[in-house]
């Protein structure tokens, strides 16, 4: 079954404790993203990546670092947690190739910075 | 303007209506466009591809106007069940990045 798993699913923490959520897929996708989603903003992508040791910017990268060291893992790492970004976070894990396109997105992690 | 927009929400509509969204794209160079649907705070899912000749799936239909740069879902014979936000989606030039517009929510009553 194609699955994107992240965790945790919910975290509460204090601002400037420094934080990791992990995501996971087992489709071989080479392409995975992060997003978060605010009321008001819609889902905004923060960092992709195309492959293996390849990262990028999206719209909102301040104050977030990832990597991805191998396919099937593209961790989200808060350095500094504020609570600007208490947010909704989504993983997507995803292929297009000709004609076929598929995404799926892992089930969210809710983030509170206090 | 922004580089996708869509009707604002929400739409209520009685089960067995039909109901149309709208979403426009900024970027004429954008690749490909799709339709998710999101429920509440669960993961959006992708519910079709929009192609320029237009396409259809059971009661959904969208069209792609690639001159006007509009996208449009139709969704005919509403079901509560379809009762959920809508997200457009543009697929950027070179294939790197995805750009959500902010959804419509549709409620469908009895």
């Known amino acids: 079954e194609a699955q994107v798993t992240q965790n945790p699913r919910y975290l509460i923490t204090v601002t400037g404790k420094k934080l990791t959520v992990t995501c996971s897929q087992n489709?071989?996708?080479?392409?995975m993203s992060w997003y978060r989603q605010d009321p008001g903003l819609g889902l905004r992508q923060i960092y992709y990546?195309?492959?293996?040791?390849?990262?990028d910017k999206g719209d909102v990268p301040e104050g977030y670092k990832v990597s991805r060291k191998e396919k099937r893992n593209f961790p989200l790492i808060l350095e500094s947690p504020s609570p600007n970004q208490t947010s909704l976070y989504f993983c997507?894990?995803?292929?297009?190739?000709?004609?076929?396109?598929?995404?799926?997105f892992g089930p969210g992690t809710r983030l509170t910075v206090t | 303007r922004k580089e996708v927009e869509q009707d604002p929400g929400p739409f209520n509509v009685p089960e067995g209506a039909t109901v149309a969204f709208n979403c426009t794209y900024s970027?004429?160079?954008?690749?490909?466009f799709f339709w998710y649907r999101q429920d509440c705070r669960k993961e959006p899912k992708l519910l079709m591809s929009?192609?320029?000749s237009g396409n259809e799936d059971g009661r959904f239909t969208a069209q792609l106007n690639r001159a006007s740069q509009y996208i449009s879902l139709l969704i005919r014979d509403s079901k509560l069940s379809d009762s959920a936000t809508y997200l457009c989606?543009?697929?950027?030039?070179?294939?790197?990045?995805?750009?959500f517009g902010k959804g419509t929510m549709l409620l469908v009553s009895p």
């Open positions: 997507a894990s995803s292929f297009w190739g000709g004609s076929k396109y598929e995404q799926y």
């Open positions: 489709m071989n996708h080479e392409y």
């Open positions: 990546s195309m492959n293996v040791e390849v990262t």
């Open positions: 970027n004429s160079a954008s690749q490909s």
């Open positions: 929009v192609y320029s």
């Open positions: 989606v543009v697929l950027g030039a070179g294939y790197s990045t995805l750009t």
